[in-house]
Nanobody, 127 residues
Framework: QVQLVESGGGSVQAGGSLRLSCVASRYPYTYGNICMAWFRQAPGKAREGVAA???????RYADSVKGRFTISKDNAKTTLVLQMNSLEPEDTAMYYC???????????????????WGHGTQVTVSS
């Protein structure tokens, strides 16, 4: 059972920065690839994809965060990072790391089925 643990959330003022990390463990290496992404859910709103990364390092972002957020993955491919700059009050949400295992390369899409989720880390941006 893959375990995902997020960290790095907190409270900042608008314009500030935060760096979220997600460490994956209990990963069965026989699959070859653990494909990971960031999602968020604000109170009263549906969960949305924020950023996803493909095996070739390319990334996909929600339109609302393009140019402000950067997703990356370490060489061991078990730690996912989301660098968030120029934060806005609209970014306030619980942020979740999600993953799925694949024999194929990671597509970097939000549309895949993500069976593994972390408990989330809260990001609060004040104006």
């Amino acid at each position: 059972q893959v375990q995902l643990v997020e960290s790095g959330g907190g409270s900042v003022q608008a314009g500030g920065s935060l760096r979220l990390s997600c460490v994956a463990s209990r990963y069965p290496y026989t699959y070859g690839n653990i494909c990971m992404a960031w999602f968020r859910q604000a109170p009263g709103k549906a969960r949305e994809g924020v950023a996803a990364i493909a095996s070739d390092g390319s990334a996909r972002y929600a339109d609302s965060v393009k140019g402000r957020f950067t997703i990356s993955k370490d060489n061991a491919k078990t730690t996912l990072v989301l660098q968030m700059n120029s934060l806005e009050p609209e970014d306030t949400a619980m942020y979740y790391c999600a993953a799925y295992l694949s024999f194929a390369q990671c597509s970097g899409s939000f549309g895949n089925s993500f069976p593994y989720w972390g408990h989330g880390t809260q990001v609060t941006v004040s104006s």
